[in-house]
């Protein structure tokens, strides 16, 4: 099984760097509402007569919310999804309702397993695709965000990077679950978690 460690540590990799760049929205997040707070408590009547020389200090230091911070959180948003998608596929760590399944033989239940992660794979790779056609798109007519005015293509290409790694991870599953559909074994987890 050294192919599932190759893909499992590129799964993980993945998760890693989407847990960076969602750290780092979340603190920008916190750090903007907080400038924000702050901007409007400066701007209260009684406290511009209490100090106004400080409350116009801080405002003139640029106390408010980040600039372009719901550009910023739109654009890395998107690559933490996909980034995260890889681990929580190849770890079977899905939500699943299994009301129905739980009664269903062993058989039963890989064929609808293989059946679905075929057609995630399917959604994967036409996602991949998707993104790829949008970040061309947005590079040829050189469209930008309205505050910040970077290149759209940007977070696409973040995106898309991650939505092909998500779309390889995907297929490399669905072929293991049509092989344990022939097998008639596991070899991938039914229900497992990032721990296993």
């Known amino acids: ?9 590129l799964a993980r990799i993945m998760a890693i760097l989407g847990g960076l760049v969602l750290t780092v929205l979340i603190l920008l997040t ?20 209490i100090a106004p020389g400080g409350t116009k200090a801080l405002l003139d230091l640029g106390v408010g919310p980040v600039l372009g911070d719901f550009e910023l959180v ?6 933490t999804i996909f980034a995260f998608l890889p681990l929580t596929q190849i770890t079977a760590s899905h ?33 991949a695709w998707r993104l790829y056609d949008g970040m ?18 940007w977070a696409y290409a973040a ?6 790694v998500a779309a390889v991870v995907t297929v490399y599953t669905a072929l293991v679950r049509l092989i344990e559909l022939v097998r008639d074994r596991a070899i991938l987890p039914d229900h497992g978690g990032a721990g296993h």
């Open 95 to 127: 939500a699943t309702v299994d009301v129905f399944t739980a009664i269903l033989p062993v058989t039963a239940n890989r064929v609808l397993i293989a059946f679905w992660e075929v057609i995630f794979a399917i959604a994967m790779v036409i996602i």
């Open 74 to 79: 739109e654009a890395g948003i998107a690559f």
């Open 1 to 9: 099984m050294r192919i599932h460690s190759v893909f499992m540590a």
């Open 159 to 164: 995106s898309f990077g991650a939505a092909v």
């Open 30 to 49: 916190v750090v903007s509402v907080f400038g924000r707070t702050l901007n409007g408590i400066l701007h209260w009547e009684w406290l511009e007569a």
């Open 136 to 153: 061309l798109g947005k590079m040829r007519y050189n469209e930008t965000t309205f505050l910040l005015q970077f290149p759209v293509w």
